[in-house]
């Protein structure tokens, strides 16, 4: 069932003093608890990882012979609207035009190194978001963020679709494990969203735990970069609603 929310404000008026506070639920968990789940996992996880994420630094330098290649850095839309720097290692070759327009074309497939598409799949190259964490940016359960370019369209396409970004965006997250990868497919992304909202409502420890470990046997799997196509009976956002458009560089 998709929860009903309070409804987003579509003038510039309203944007300014839209009350993202009543996105949550009012648990003591959904508003605390979850922050304090970030930080065991950081501190459990960091230390093992940076032996890790030397040694996949060293094989991307081998593979794209430029140190400042290793990584990959790109402008995301994260919690209530505001843009961050999100880290991952570098997985493919550069664009023939933009990152928007491989996206858009499905280049994105075929840009992907041998390397990179075992990152892609274990969900190693996700790694270096444990800085995005530790900086407050994203935690390790939430809807993931999506480029600049992305989340306009969104935004045009899928109302709502701005709702998820009342928590901070997550590294896994429970669209990913159900639905992995999405490509231009508005349906998709109604899809995705719908998954993020029954997300916030649901958040809970056992959830979260829930979650990480799915999303370990998602990754000993090799699925992280599968892609589920859309049902025409799954549940997709009320078209009722109206749209977002315009919020996400109003919010507060």
């Known amino acids: 069932m998709i929860p009903v929310l309070q409804e987003v404000p579509t003038n510039e008026a309203s944007a300014s003093d839209f009350d993202w506070e009543q996105r949550l639920p009012n648990s003591w968990y959904a508003r605390r ?29 081998a593979a794209f012979r430029e140190v400042r290649r290793i990584f990959f850095v790109q402008p995301r839309i994260g919690w209530r609207g505001q843009p961050f720097q999100m880290f991952k290692f570098r997985t493919m070759a550069q664009p023939r035009s933009s990152e928007m327009g491989s996206w858009e074309s499905g280049e994105d497939v075929l840009r992907v190194t041998t390397f990179g598409r075992f990152l892609r799949n274990t969900h190693l190259d996700e790694l270096p978001q444990l800085f995005n964490i530790l900086r407050g940016e994203m935690s390790f359960i939430g809807p993931r963020p999506e480029m600049v370019e992305v989340e306009d369209w969104a935004l045009e396409s899928i109302p709502r679709f701005s709702e998820r970004l009342a928590i901070r965006p997550g590294v ?45 046997v998602w990754m000993l799997r090799g699925k992280g970069w599968e892609w589920k196509p859309v049902h025409v009976d799954e ?16 919010a507060g």
Not at 33 to 46: E, F, T
Not at 195 to 201: D, F, G
Not at 240 to 246: C, D, E, F, H, S
Request: charged residues 20%; positive net charge; hydrophobic residues 50%.
């Open 33 to 61: 608890g979850h922050r304090w789940l970030d930080r065991l996992l950081l501190c459990l996880l960091l230390p093992p990882a940076l032996p890790l994420m030397a040694l996949i630094s060293l094989i991307n330098l």
């Open 172 to 216: 896994a997250g429970l669209a990913q494990v159900t639905q992995g990868y999405t490509g231009r497919d508005t349906k998709a992304y109604a899809r995705k969203l719908a998954i993020n909202l029954e997300y916030i409502e649901r958040m809970s420890l056992a959830f979260d735990l829930e979650i990480v470990l799915r999303t370990i």
């Open 235 to 250: 549940p997709t956002v009320p078209k009722t609603v109206a749209p977002t458009v315009g919020l996400r560089r109003r």
